[in-house]
């Protein structure tokens, strides 16, 4: 089992930056590909970004369309966290923001997703 932790929302104004954290604890090995989901309300849950290795090697990451140039994910294997760097928040990226992880490669089904956090409300308003 991988047991998954959120931290870093809150409440900020439109242009702001928020830091998202999620550290991975337990079979951490199975948490190969981390992923950031979000919901907004009347919303489908929606993947924002994913990281995994790459079969290159290295590492690979992934953005949803409207955040790309805006967010950035990236990991620190040693502290077994992922983070979600946002800039220039809108409000249409108000959600609450899931961390997600399963063993392999990124994918885009939510489905796919075995291990999931409770979630980190992020309001973007003024």
């Known amino acids: 089992q991988v047991q998954l932790v959120e931290s870093g929302g809150g409440l900020v104004q439109p242009g702001g930056s928020l830091r998202l954290s999620c550290v991975a604890s337990g079979s951490t090995r199975k948490a190969s590909a981390m992923a950031w989901f979000r919901q907004a309300p009347g919303k489908e849950r929606e993947r924002v970004s994913c990281i995994s290795g790459a079969i290159s090697g290295g590492e690979t990451t992934f953005y949803l369309d409207s955040v790309k140039g805006r967010f950035t994910i990236f990991r620190d294997n040693a502290k077994n966290t992922v983070y979600l760097q946002m800039n220039s928040l809108k409000p249409e990226d108000t959600a609450v923001y899931y961390c997600?992880?399963?063993?392999?490669?990124?994918?885009?089904?939510?489905?796919?997703?075995?291990?999931w956090g409770q979630g980190t409300q992020v309001t973007v308003s003024s």
């Open positions: 997600a992880a399963k063993s392999g490669f990124c994918t885009r089904s939510r489905s796919a997703y075995d291990y």
